[in-house]
């Protein structure tokens, strides 16, 4: 009987692909509908929709850098307090508190409420992602965790990539709905309702992206973390979870000058429309989602931290070629490579980050990661406005390239520390 039962089992194997199951399943349906309608429709539509009511780019860069704000302030506190609260449940409450604000930033035209709404918005989103990635490890065996992040990227940036061309069409179709005349070449100044129609419907698929996570089942009683609520004494190691998070920091610097306002530059740089827009930057998040599969070929060759290491090498030589590029299309390509390359960080680095730590420490490490992430999003994103007022976008893509070099410098320094102990 022992071997008929092991012997069905090695049958189900030959055919389960690495890193996913029902429970990962599940988990990716959500994350389907939640990056489609954020990280898609919402986010390339806000810039649009705050240009079409006014507002100036030093305004708009204020406004992106509020949410990193406050998950920044949120974040450490989330962490410490997960364990008790439930880590699906957060996830959960999150996602709803993030449809909220979306809805609330689109149906009104007051500075101080959408101030208020993105940073509601920011306060929710650090929460979400704090808890994510200590979740989902406990979705699958640790050694399949380079691969069901990977597939997870995958889903993630394959769901942006049609979320931001469904967002670039999404206003002309609602301006012909809601009978405004519209044509291809739209303004943002002609479409505000447009604008703020399409945003409430991210906010409504936002909603819907909740109800798979109601299915999932409870982790394991082994994969549980402590149910007590870590304090700020000798129980968690600080200075190694800081050190090991820090590159996060860098990491948020370079995205905070770039993923706000990839829609506002190439507007600046090309004079393109908005749907032409949407197809460009959902292009490159469909390559940030292929990429990463080759993720676990990397990690088998160079280790996890000798890719990040020379991934972002290659990725800052592509935001050279951005800097440099007069064409349109020699631009999209480098554009398209940059973030591509740069995105491997994420499905490679979480696990590194869970894997230098005790299970019962997760979620203290996610949350620092994040706290940091967020910072380092802040700073460059509320300086944004000023660095193209002064030097032009083309510097600050230089920049960029510089801060994603020290990126890999530090993942690369972090591991020689880890190794020598």
């Not at 999003?377 to 000023?386: D, I, Q, R």
Request: with cysteine; aromatic share 10%.
């Amino acid at each position: 009987m022992k071997t008929t039962l092991a012997a069905r089992r090695r049958l189900l194997n030959l055919g389960r692909v690495p890193g996913l199951n029902g429970q990962v399943l599940l988990f990716l349906c959500h994350s389907l509908l939640f990056h489609i309608a954020l990280l898609g429709i919402a986010d390339i539509l806000l810039n649009f929709y705050l240009v079409s009511i006014g507002y100036d780019t030093a305004t708009i860069s204020l406004l992106q850098s509020l949410p990193r704000l406050s998950g920044f302030l949120v974040g450490l506190p989330v962490g410490l307090v997960a364990n008790r609260v439930g880590n699906r449940r957060l996830i959960v409450l999150s996602t709803a508190g993030i449809a909220l604000s979306v809805a609330a930033t689109a149906l009104t035209q007051s500075l101080v409420v959408i101030a208020l709404s993105r940073f509601f918005w920011g306060a929710c989103f650090g929460a979400n992602q704090v808890v994510k990635s200590p979740f989902m490890v406990t979705l699958t065996h640790h050694s399949e965790h380079t691969a069901q992040f990977s597939w997870h990227n995958l889903v993630s940036m394959f769901s942006v990539a049609a979320g931001s061309a469904l967002g670039g069409a999404l206003p002309i179709v609602m301006s012909q709905t809601l009978s405004i005349a519209a044509t291809e070449a739209l303004r943002p100044e002609q479409m505000p309702l447009a604008y703020r129609a399409s945003i409430l419907c991210a906010a409504l698929i936002l909603f819907l992206s909740a109800m798979p996570l109601l299915l999932l089942k409870r982790p394991p009683a082994a994969a549980k973390r402590k149910s007590a609520i870590l304090g700020f004494g000798r129980a968690v190691p600080w200075r190694p979870v800081l050190r090991l998070a820090f590159p996060l920091f860098i990491f948020g610097i370079s995205g905070g000058w770039t993923f706000p306002f990839f829609n506002l530059i190439f507007r600046d740089l090309f004079d393109i429309s908005d749907s032409a827009i949407g197809g460009v930057i959902g292009l490159g998040w469909l390559f940030m989602g292929l990429l990463p599969l080759l993720n676990p070929v990397w990690e088998r060759r160079l280790g996890r931290a000798g890719a990040l290491t020379a991934l972002m090498l290659a990725s800052a030589v592509a935001f050279v070629g951005f800097s440099l590029s007069q064409a349109l299309w020699i631009a999209v390509v480098f554009y398209v490579m940059a973030i591509g390359i740069r995105n491997t960080m994420q499905p490679l680095f979480q696990p590194l980050l869970m894997a230098s730590l005790e299970a019962e420490y997760h979620n203290v490490a996610s949350s620092v990661g994040l706290a940091l992430w967020n910072m380092g999003w802040f700073v460059s994103a509320l300086t944004f406005g000023w660095l193209q007022a002064a030097v032009g976008t083309r510097v600050i893509m230089l920049l960029v390239a510089a801060f994603v070099v020290l990126n890999g410098l530090t993942i690369h320094l972090t591991a020689l520390r880890r190794s020598a102990r």
